[in-house]
């Protein structure tokens, strides 16, 4: 009886666009799906420091190592306060660790992909970030208070994050044959995963209902697809990159892009473990997170010694 | 013998390179710090250096007027005519080592800043200033960790340990003068590493007191970096600093 | 055991003068750290003049369910607000 008082009270509310905050009464299964939900975006920003770091002590000018700095450094923040926002749901950012390297929480799949060239580190920041951007924008309306403050923080400080991907290509287009070649082949390689981040098709989505239903999700996934598609494939002629996607053309009637399919095969591969990095990325997380298990039980063994 | 200009150079590669190279080992704890904190708190540091190495280059190459840029300094000098100190090329051990180099390089850092704030070069007295504000935060992140560390537990308190004792022989270049500070010092432009020694040492004696860290002992002290001669781990550096600036010398990027 | 430390929440003013408002929280093993974390976290672009850190276990929040017992009789108390009482006409600078 309980619950039933708990979640009509608590549909009424959503209903009304308020905000659901971190003492409200809510159905377990919002607080669970919550959880899933930015634990898992929390686990990608942190994750996908990995393959930008891998070009930090490359980075060709003192410029570009700056910003390519700042830039995961702001992903770190990113997964910060995400972590914070979960946190207020009653689960510790240990325990989030936790399911991560249990496999039992997920991350972005396309962090399982490598960072090859100086060029990825643009097509990263111009495809990943824009492709990140598009989904955040919608979350920045999410019905949890912690969480969609959190985004509103993440979207403001992501404004320069595409750009300077952007930037890179636009260099790197106008610079020398390799260059322009780099920069083609991270375009190639970057874009299905980038599609892909959006996650399976409306009809193919299992947990949207309920998204929907609690205002969590506010877009679906193929109206953010086809936001990003969009919005890329103008900024890509511009600077002369051609999308590897021979079936794209411009729909007159729909006003919009006709694509190809993407590989759903691949897509569930490399979800189910078997992309190029996956292996790597958590032996990587893994290993810092026992490494460093000694400096935190100093630090709290100090801490003890001062009271 | 080299004039007042060769020695205005020299002396603004040697900040420049010091900051670059330290920077460039912080940067690498990006993803790899202890907790995820302590990562942004590194990249931080790692920012601040590098920023400080671009200024100093972009004045020695203005020094230089040769029409190179803060870039082609960084990325294209070979490895004798890098002058940073040894310690900072050293490579990041784990995050005791780190801590105990952050430690020796920010206390100098700290006190040589506050000192080159009077430059009679007004262009060194404004990055000094700028540096000085940067690098009392990271001496307090240093002190705080030393503490910690020190203090911690068996295991961290020997693993500090282990790092001073690795690293000491390193700070007595970080005093080490030549051609460049005769010149400079006569017109007020450097500054008198000498009279650095003193508190430098004073400072790291009380906090590693305070730390239950026994002072290492000064057998030997290694230098050479006044005159570009390194440790083995800088060729290294280079070749990943620099592998895109030399595998595509006409691009830009 | 929990290893990621203790949690703490993060007041940032912006300007000198202005209110704290609530930032997020860091986890940090003493309150150095905790202040340290929270400007390398919170302050990355100018956000910051001060900062407070304090411990989330002292945090103590109101409950949801006394909303109406807590904030609403407050309503009624109009008398407290310059516009619930009448000025005659022609008075200046009240
Ligand atoms: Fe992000
Ligand atoms: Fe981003």
């Known amino acids: 009886m309980e619950s039933v008082i708990v979640s009509s009270d608590f549909q009424s509310k959503i209903d009304q666009d308020a905000n659901i905050e971190p003492k409200d009464s809510m159905p377990d299964a919002y607080r669970e799906h919550l959880i899933r939900q930015i634990s898992q975006h929390a686990h990608s920003e942190v994750i996908g420091m990995q393959p930008e770091g891998n070009w930090i002590t490359r980075a060709p000018s003192l410029r570009a190592k700056q910003i390519l700095l700042a830039k995961i450094q702001d992903e770190g923040g990113h997964g910060l306060y995400l972590y914070s926002a979960a946190e207020t749901l009653g689960i510790s950012r240990d325990e989030m660790i936790r399911q991560l390297h249990s496999g039992k929480a997920k991350y972005s799949n396309i962090f399982n992909y490598p960072a090859l060239t100086w060029a990825d580190i643009g097509a990263i920041g111009w495809l990943v970030d824009g492709a990140a951007i598009v989904n955040q924008v919608s979350l920045q309306r999410t019905s949890y208070g912690p969480y969609a403050r959190a985004m509103v923080r993440i979207c403001k400080e992501e404004s320069f994050h595409q750009r300077q991907g952007y930037e890179i290509m636009t260099k790197m287009m106008n610079g020398t044959e390799a260059q322009k070649q780099m920069a083609q082949d991270a375009m190639n390689r970057w874009w299905w995963p980038s599609l892909m981040m959006f996650g399976p098709h409306d009809s193919d989505s299992p947990h949207s209902g309920n998204a929907f239903t609690w205002k969590i999700k506010r877009k679906s996934n193929d109206e953010l697809r086809q936001k990003f598609i969009d919005k890329t494939v103008q900024q890509a002629e511009v600077i002369g990159l051609t999308i590897p996607d021979p079936e794209l053309r411009w729909n007159e009637t729909k006003q919009m892009y006709d694509h190809g399919e993407i590989n759903w095969e691949e897509f569930k591969r490399v979800i189910n473990g078997n992309g190029p990095c996956n292996r790597q990325r958590m032996e990587h997380h893994m290993h810092v997170h026992a490494e460093g298990a000694w400096v935190r039980e100093a630090a709290e063994a100090y801490a003890k010694q001062q009271h | ?253 | ?94």
């Not at chain 2, 060769?6 to 040697?14: M, N, Q, S, W």
């Not at chain 2, 904190?37 to 040769?66: P, S, W």
């Not at chain 2, 004792?165 to 400079?184: H, K, P, R, V």
């Open chain 3, 1 to 94: 055991m929990d290893t990621q430390l203790d949690l703490w929440e993060v007041f940032i003013q912006g300007k000198s003068g202005g209110n704290y408002t609530h930032a997020g929280s860091v986890h940090a093993a003493d309150s150095n750290m905790a202040l340290q974390n929270a400007r390398d976290i919170y302050t990355r672009r100018n956000e910051g003049s001060s900062i407070w850190v304090i411990p989330s276990k002292y945090v103590v929040a109101s409950n949801p369910e006394d909303a109406d017992m807590l904030f609403d009789p407050a309503n009624e108390k109009i008398y407290r607000h310059p516009t619930f009482y009448v000025m005659p006409e022609g008075a200046k600078q009240i």
């Open chain 2, 1 to 253: 013998m080299m004039n007042k200009q060769e020695a205005i150079f020299k002396y603004l590669v040697r900040l420049g390179d010091c900051a670059l190279i330290h920077g460039h080992r912080l940067s690498e704890w990006c993803s790899r710090g202890p907790i995820l904190e302590e990562d942004l708190a590194l990249t931080n540091m790692a920012l601040d250096n590098i920023g400080r190495a671009q200024a100093f280059l972009k004045y020695a190459a203005e020094v230089q007027g040769n029409g190179l840029s803060e870039d082609d300094l960084a990325y294209k000098r070979d490895e004798r005519a890098f002058y940073n100190n040894l310690l900072t090329e050293l490579p990041i051990g784990d995050f005791a080592f780190t801590i105990a180099k952050q430690l020796l390089l920010s206390v100098f850092e700290n006190i040589q800043m506050q000192a080159l704030c009077k430059s009679a070069d007004a262009t060194i007295a404004g990055i000094a200033a700028k540096s000085h504000k940067e690098v009392r935060y990271h001496l307090t992140h240093a002190r705080d960790w030393t503490m910690r560390l020190g203090k911690g537990t068996l295991e961290s308190n020997t693993r500090l340990q282990q790092a001073f004792n690795q690293l000491w022989m390193y700070t007595g270049e970080l005093f080490e003068m030549y051609e460049e500070d005769a010149i400079l010092n006569k017109q007020g432009i450097a500054i008198d590493l000498n009279e650095l020694k003193t508190p430098y040492y004073n400072t790291i004696t009380s906090i590693l007191n305070d730390s239950n860290i026994k002072m290492p002992v000064a057998d030997y002290m290694q230098t050479g970096s006044r005159k570009g001669i390194h440790t083995e781990y800088l060729g290294h550096i280079l070749s990943e600093m620099q592998y895109l600036q030399r595998a595509y010398p006409d691009a830009k990027w």
